[in-house]
């Protein structure tokens, strides 16, 4: 992988940290969840529903502490609709010095099953709302369930964005060239906080410390992915194990050593339009 690409200054590996805050349709709950009996075909899941809704009502805030208790500066996938149902904690996470990506507009209208115009409509909304609702224009774009068609590129290029993440193909980001213009192109996690549901939120620590400690010793060059949901990450449960964590790692517990804050959304974004490979930006977290 080092014959191929290389972080900035010798630096072996960078890891990103994402937060999605998301929302579902009215009267819908999330796909998962906690419950362990299924609610009777044809019943309003309202258990699930307001265990989605945590996300914007108390698990945004957590996170965004979180973040700023260890100097991470990060990016906030955000659905559109949560611009008109949670402004406040929308306009926070700009104000707390994060980035904003394009999230669709609703997390179970994914992109691959719309046409190419509702696409279009949807990039063009979800865009719009988030600019009026944080004061920031997204630069970037995460599908819903990383869910795309053969057109979402082409259209999230055409309408000006430098990024997106729903590189399913790659380890490391890179750029590509699209009809509409040329693409930053970021691998994202494939192992987020919902993969702990019902077992220990420990494992989600394990996973990546095992694969940040192997990648950092075996493939210089490497790129470790990091996200969480607001409506589970953003829980006691999943908060405190990351920060008791990753205090023990900061104070010297790991041989690796610490790591630093960096954005997700803006590592690449001022690459595009440039010669060569991708050029990161100064809040990348390197080590």
Not at 60 to 88: A, Q, S
Not at 113 to 120: F, K, L, S, V, W
Not at 240 to 269: E, F, K, M
């Amino acid at each position: 992988m080092a014959k191929e690409f290389h972080w900035p200054h010798g630096k072996r590996i960078c890891v990103s940290v994402s937060v999605m805050l998301e929302t579902w349709s009215e009267g819908k709950a999330p796909p998962y969840g906690v419950q362990a009996t299924a609610p009777k075909p044809g019943v309003v899941d309202l258990a699930g529903i307001a265990w989605g809704s945590y996300g914007g009502k108390i698990g945004v805030y957590r996170l965004i502490n979180l973040l700023k208790e260890h100097g991470i500066r990060g990016t906030f996938g955000i659905n559109g609709r949560c611009c008109e149902i949670y402004p406040d904690a929308v306009a926070q996470i700009v104000k707390s010095g994060h980035d904003v990506a394009g999230h669709a507009y609703l997390q179970d209208k994914p992109m691959n099953g719309m046409t190419p115009e509702e696409e279009e409509a949807t990039i063009t909304k979800c865009l719009d709302l988030l600019e009026r609702t944080s004061g920031q224009r997204p630069q970037g774009w995460v599908s819903p369930s990383m869910a795309f068609s053969s057109h979402t590129h082409d259209l999230l290029a055409a309408a000006g964005l430098k990024w997106h993440g729903d590189a399913r193909d790659n380890d490391v980001p890179r750029i590509v060239n699209l009809k509409h213009g040329r693409m930053a192109h970021i691998p994202w996690s494939d192992f987020t906080d919902n993969r702990v549901l019902r077992s220990s939120s420990m494992d989600l620590w394990d996973v990546y410390r095992e694969a940040f400690d192997y990648l950092y010793l075996r493939e210089p060059g490497s790129y470790l992915p990091i996200s969480l949901h607001c409506h589970n990450g953003g829980r006691p449960m999943i908060t405190a194990n990351s920060a008791s964590q990753s205090t023990d790692r900061d104070s010297g517990a790991s041989s690796i050593g610490s790591v630093g804050p960096t954005n997700a959304s803006a590592n690449l974004a001022n690459s595009v339009g440039t010669s060569g490979r991708s050029r990161p930006i100064s809040s990348m977290w390197l080590r």
